[in-house]
């Protein structure tokens, strides 16, 4: 199996593939993005998109509130929500909801992924396997339609959790 990095091939999946882009490119961009908007870059705004970049995996809004205070004590929820709003408006964070759950935030990456989500533990892993993403493609010819996006969740028990017994 393709180690974290590779490049999902025929047949192989790439889990967990880390992110190409710095927090400092995300940054910068996050600025200009603000600056297109007439808006002011502000501490606060900062150290949360700070925090949600350097994380680097799924988050949901009251984690991300968590760590932020760690570095910021005046940092409230209200302020982590319209940042969050903020970030996805200038196309920076995908807000996800898995298994119609809870919102979770991740950012927005150089390729596509798809993911699986432990029923047990709530773990995300994000994956990537070219003979998936290309039968979609062979379903949407079949179908006589065009795909624009999609998403792909699969749901079960990960690794850990599958060698711990049932509670």
Do not use: W
């Not at 200038?90 to 919102?103: M, N, T, V």
């Not at 995300?124 to 290309?134: G, K, L, P, Q």
């Not at 699969?154 to 017994?165: E, I, N, T, V």
């Amino acid at each position: 199996m393709p180690r974290s990095g590779e490049i999902a091939s025929a047949g192989h999946t790439v889990i967990d593939r880390k992110p190409a882009i710095s927090t400092e490119e995300r940054m910068r961009a996050f600025h200009v993005r603000l600056k297109e908007r007439g808006l002011k870059s502000t501490g606060q705004r900062d150290d949360i998109a700070r925090v949600f970049f350097e994380l680097g995996h799924h988050i949901s809004a009251e984690e991300l509130h968590a760590k932020v205070k760690q570095i910021n004590p005046h940092v409230g929820y209200a302020t982590i929500y319209r940042t969050l709003r903020l970030l996805k408006e200038c196309a920076l964070l995908y807000e996800r909801h898995f298994d119609e759950g809870q919102a979770r935030y991740e950012a927005v990456g150089e390729r596509h992924h798809d993911h699986f989500i432990c029923e047990r533990c709530g773990r995300i892993i994000e994956f990537e396997n070219a003979a998936i993403e290309r039968m979609q493609n062979i379903v949407a010819r079949d179908l006589g339609v065009t795909l624009t996006r999609h998403k792909m969740e699969l749901y079960g028990l990960c690794s850990d959790c599958h060698a711990q017994p049932a509670m």
